[in-house]
């Protein structure tokens, strides 16, 4: 399985942008997705995660009301909408999968066992 990460790049405070990650090899549609960030000198860290059918949706505290997850399975894809940037969104953000199918979302980055290259997010002041 590979997970391609794009569409991050440079955006002013307040402003929006749109992730994306396509899954390769196999189909993931019945599998948990899931969005981490990391930033320079801190650990990995949950922001998104999405069931196979989208009915269970978890956001961390600081991107709720601001980030949305969503998926399209005939596309083998999900994404994230990102408004109202802030500085401290500044990050690598990384696509992820869990590798069973009928499991729960999960904030917990080792139980993710297919991981995408990352894409850089940077949110100018």
């Known amino acids: 399985v590979q997970l391609q990460a794009s569409g991050g790049g440079l955006v002013q405070a307040g402003g929006s942008l749109r992730v994306s990650c396509a899954a390769s090899?196999?189909?993931?549609?019945?599998?948990?997705m899931g969005w981490f960030r990391q930033a320079p000198g801190k650990e990995r860290e949950f922001v998104a995660g999405?069931?196979?059918?989208?009915?269970?949706?978890y956001y961390a505290d600081s991107v709720k009301g601001r980030f949305t997850i969503s998926r399209d399975n005939a596309k083998n894809t999900v994404y994230l909408q990102m408004n109202s940037l802030k500085p401290e969104d500044t990050a690598v953000y990384y696509c992820?999968?869990?590798?069973?199918?009928?499991?729960?979302?999960?904030?917990?980055?080792?139980?993710?066992?297919?991981w995408g290259q990352g894409t850089q997010v940077t949110v100018s002041s």
């Open positions: 992820a999968a869990r590798r069973n199918t009928m499991v729960t979302v999960t904030t917990t980055p080792s139980r993710y066992a297919y």
């Open positions: 090899g196999r189909t993931l549609n019945s599998n948990v």
């Open positions: 999405i069931s196979w059918s989208g009915a269970t949706i």
